[in-house]
């Protein structure tokens, strides 16, 4: 969906000359040209049972070229292709390939922006996450969920023969729960942006950010076979994911060997660091793993998060050594502050000295900090890298 397919006044006019025009009117020869260079070959036709699918899925059938789409959505095909664009879909020139569905979204885009609830590229921006986020969604359903569910079961079915039922009966059901899940995430979100100190931190916050990296993963890629290899990554996704959300954190992304994650208190961070390593140490078909966590402001955006605290805590991780935990000064500091960790093992006997003299239960920590050499960090100068374990 392209606006010089689309955009140019003589496009437009043309167009709706051809729409206007009664069935097996003779048109000019420009618009001939036109309408066989757009027609798809014989070859190109969708598969039937493609077809089908895809109409059981979007609940329409194909009606609208782009053009088209745009003008009963009340739109600029301009605009509309800069939707289309952001929500993840190739250009389709002027393919009859568009549903009252696309009509609706588009609607509903521009109504938001006229309303003045969006501003354009807020809505852009809308388009862009939602699209992004769902096309994974979509791509590990059919990749990791359905394939193993339509695997031939009887001779003479192809597994597309299959999938059709199959999709007919899980459609409804998955709409519902991403529904319910995009809710309690939303619900989730809200409360974590109205609880912040200012209108500041609502956007650029203090987070505490963490990097957990499978070591020697490029030598594992060359050693394993490639199922081997998916069943090893789509392990240590899970088990991240799950113990990341277990204590609280936020599982930010995955990058196949390496996973990036954000929590709010440091203490929560600090022990999902800690449960990582010491989970996968169990796991004799796991590589070593090391983490490296800072502290500090974060600009989140679409989901991600960006600034010099996430730069930090991927240089802790590249230089922290196997099965181990590298934090920056400011994150040792929150926790000291916190009484998650001594400011030093010290300090904490004095503390416990103290104490025992006055008939008190002395201070309790659950984690201890030990100060390692300062080192040039690339990118980021002189810094002093804390290891981070658990206290005894």
């Known amino acids: 969906m392209t606006a ?15 729409a206007a025009a009664p069935e097996g009117a003779v048109r000019d020869t420009g618009a001939r040209e036109s309408a066989a260079a757009e027609a798809p070959e014989e070859d190109d036709q969708p598969d039937p049972i493609a077809l089908r699918l895809e109409q059981l899925i979007l609940g329409a059938e194909r009606r609208y070229t782009p053009f088209q789409a745009a003008r009963s959505a009340g739109v600029s095909v301009e605009l509309a292709t800069r939707f289309w664009r952001a929500m993840g879909f190739a250009d389709i020139g002027q393919a009859k390939a568009l549903t009252e569905a696309d009509v609706l979204a588009l609607r509903r885009l521009s109504g938001l922006v006229e309303a003045g609830l969006l501003s354009e590229p807020m809505a852009i921006q809308v388009a862009r996450s939602t699209g992004q986020t769902s096309a994974r969604l979509a791509d590990w359903q059919i990749d990791s969920f359905l394939e193993g569910l339509t695997d031939p079961q009887e001779t003479g079915m192809t597994r597309t023969e299959i999938a059709y039922p199959l999709v007919e009966l899980l459609l409804p059901e998955l709409e519902e729960f991403l529904v319910y899940v995009y809710r309690r995430q939303l619900a989730a979100a809200t409360g974590r942006v109205v609880q ?25 890629t060359r050693r394993l076979e490639e199922e081997e290899l998916g069943e090893l990554v789509e392990a240590f996704e899970t088990t991240a994911a799950d113990l990341v959300a277990a204590h609280g954190g936020r599982l ?13 208190d440091a203490g929560i961070a600090a022990e999902i660091a800690l449960r990582l390593i010491e989970t996968l140490t169990h796991d004799e078909t796991m590589p070593e793993l090391r ?35 590298l934090v920056d000064g400011a994150f040792a500091e929150e926790l000291s502050r916190t009484g998650e960790a001594p400011v030093s093992e010290a300090e904490a006997a004095e503390a416990a000295a103290a104490a025992e003299k ?3 239960e002395p201070p309790s ?27 005894a």
């Open 291 to 325: 983490v490296g966590i800072a502290f500090g402001t974060v600009t989140t955006r679409m989901g991600d998060v960006f600034g010099t605290t996430v730069n930090l805590a991927s240089r802790l991780t590249s230089i922290a050594p196997k099965n181990a935990v």
């Open 365 to 391: 920590y659950r984690f201890a900090l030990q100060p390692m050499w300062q080192r040039p960090v690339r990118g980021l100068g002189v810094v002093e890298p804390w290891l981070l374990s658990r206290r």
């Open 252 to 264: 930010i992304k995955t990058l196949g060997d390496e996973v990036l994650y954000a929590a709010d």
């Open 4 to 18: 010089d397919d689309a955009g140019s006044d003589t496009a437009e006019e043309r167009e709706a000359h051809d």
């Open 196 to 220: 912040a100190a200012d209108d500041v931190e609502m956007v650029d916050r203090r987070l505490a950010v963490g990097f957990a990296d499978l070591v020697s993963f490029t030598r594992l």
């Open 358 to 360: 006055e008939g008190e």
